[in-house]
C-alpha cells in the first residue's frame, strides 16, 4: 500500500535486526508535499560490498531513497550456510510487521523461502530478482529475470577478438580464454552459453577453460582456478562471474602478471582497486540497480506485474556491456566494430542466442562447456 511521505516521517522509527547484519539507509532528500513513496525493505542473502551483484541492487534502491520515491531498510543476512536460517527468519519477520510496501531479495537461493513466506502473507508485496522458479504461483510476486545470455554474447564476441590481439602487452599466441562461474545452475550456465555461442561466431576453435567455485563470496577458490588457468592452460583472459568470489580471478590475473579480467553486474573497473582495475577491461553488466528503477516507474505509472515474470534484456537497459575506459582505450577499431555488430543482431533479431534457462538448456551448457574445453 502506498504512504504517504508525511506519514512515513512521522511513523517510521530505528528497526532493531535479528541474527543480521543492517545498513542504515533511512534519509531521503526532500520532496514535495503530497509525494508518494513506498517502504522498501532489501533483504540481501550475502553481504555488500560484492562490487557485483548485491551492491548493484542496493545502488538502484538508493538512487530511488535519494530520489525521495522510497525509503529504504537493507539488512544484510549473510552468505554462508550457517546463515540461511535467518533468510527465512528475516523474510517472515519483515512480513509480519507490517510495515513495509515492497519487500525485494533476489538470487536463485531465496525461491523457497519467499514462496512459503509469500504464501502465509498473501496481503505483502514482493520482488524477486534473478530468479522464475516459481513464477504465477503467487500473485503478490513479481520475479524480475534478465537476459544474461545475451550479454554473454557480446562478452564472448569481445573475448575471442581481444585474446588474439598480440598487440597488447598480457595476451599470448593461443584463442585461450576463461570462465570462472558460481554454482553450476541455470542462470550461471545462461551467462556461459551466451559467452560460448559469442566467442565461436569470431573464432569456431576457440578454447575455454570453465570451472565453478559453487561459492559466492570466497575468492580463494577463484583465484587458484585462475592461475591455474593461466599457467597451465594459457588463457590470458578470464570471465569471473561469481559475485565477490569472482573477483579471485582478477587477483590470479594480478599474481600472475599474464591475465586480463572481465567483471560482471556492474562496472567492476570503477569498484575494484586500482591495481585489479587496470587488468579489467570491460564488465559484462546485470542492471539489477536500473531494473527495481524500472518497477517503481511502473508502479508509478499505474502497471503492476505481480504474479508475473518480467525479462528485461538489451532493449530495456536490463544488461549490457561496458564499453568506455578500458574498452575503449584498449580494442581496436575492429573489436569495437565486431561488439558493435553483435550488439545490433541482438536488438534486430537476426542473432539469437541459447538460454540455459530454456528447455533442454542444461544439456546444452554441458555439451558446449565441455566442446571447448583446452
Not at 50 to 56: A, V
Not at 192 to 199: D, E, P, S
Not at 206 to 213: P, V
Not at 288 to 310: C, H, M, P
Amino acid at each position: 500500500m502506498k504512504k504517504f511521505l508525511a506519514l512515513l516521517l512521522a511513523l517510521m522509527m530505528v528497526l532493531s535486526l535479528v541474527a543480521c547484519g543492517e545498513k542504515d539507509t533511512a534519509d531521503t532528500e526532500p520532496v514535495d508535499e503530497g509525494t508518494e513513496v513506498y517502504n522498501v525493505v532489501y533483504l540481501v542473502n550475502g553481504n555488500l560490498g560484492d562490487k557485483s551483484f548485491f551492491d548493484s541492487a542496493e545502488a538502484g534502491l538508493e538512487q530511488l531513497q535519494a530520489d525521495g520515491r522510497i525509503t529504504l531498510r537493507t539488512i544484510e543476512m549473510g552468505g554462508t550456510d550457517e546463515d540461511q536460517p535467518a533468510w527465512l527468519s528475516n523474510l517472515y519477520e519483515v512480513s509480519e510487521s507490517g510495515e513495509y510496501d515492497v519487500v525485494i531479495c533476489g538470487t536463485y537461493q531465496m525461491p523457497d523461502y519467499l514462496k512459503e513466506v509469500a504464501t502465509a502473507y498473501p496481503e505483502q508485496k514482493y520482488v524477486i530478482f534473478d530468479d522464475n522458479t516459481y513464477v504465477g504461483e503467487n500473485s503478490n510476486v513479481l520475479n524480475l529475470t534478465y537476459k544474461q545470455n545475451d550479454m554473454g554474447y557480446l562478452v564472448g564476441v569481445y573475448a575471442a577478438c581481444m585474446t588474439v590481439d598480440t598487440n597488447l602487452p598480457l595476451v599470448n599466441e593461443d584463442a585461450v580464454v576463461g570462465f570462472v562461474g558460481g554454482v553450476d545452475s541455470p542462470v550461471i550456465n545462461d551467462f556461459l552459453i551466451g559467452f560460448i555461442q559469442g566467442a565461436q561466431s569470431v573464432n569456431p576453435d576457440i578454447k575455454i577453460d570453465t570451472r565453478y567455485t559453487n561459492d559466492y563470496v570466497d575468492t580463494a577458490i577463484a583465484k587458484e582456478y585462475g592461475i591455474s588457468m593461466i599457467n597451465d592452460n594459457h588463457c590470458d583472459i578470464i570471465w569471473g562471474v561469481a559475485g565477490n568470489a569472482g573477483n579471485g580471478a582478477a587477483e590470479a590475473a594480478l599474481e600472475t602478471g599474464k591475465a586480463y579480467f572481465i567483471g560482471v553486474d556492474s562496472d567492476q573497473e570503477l569498484t575494484l582497486s586500482s591495481d585489479l582495475a587496470a587488468l579489467t577491461l570491460t564488465s559484462g553488466l546485470k542492471n539489477i540497480g536500473n531494473s527495481l528503477v524500472w518497477v517503481f516507474d511502473e508502479l508509478d505509472a499505474g502497471n503492476e506485474y505481480w504474479g508475473t515474470e518480467v525479462t528485461l534484456g538489451l532493449a530495456e537497459g536490463g544488461v549490457g556491456i561496458v564499453t568506455d575506459k578500458n574498452f575503449d582505450a584498449m580494442a581496436s577499431a575492429e573489436t569495437k566494430a565486431a561488439v558493435e555488430a553483435a550488439e545490433a543482431g541482438v536488438l534486430g533479431g537476426t542473432i539469437v542466442v541459447d538460454s540455459a534457462l530454456a528447455d533442454g538448456g542444461a544439456d546444452l551448457a554441458v555439451s558446449l562447456r565441455e566442446a571447448v574445453r583446452p
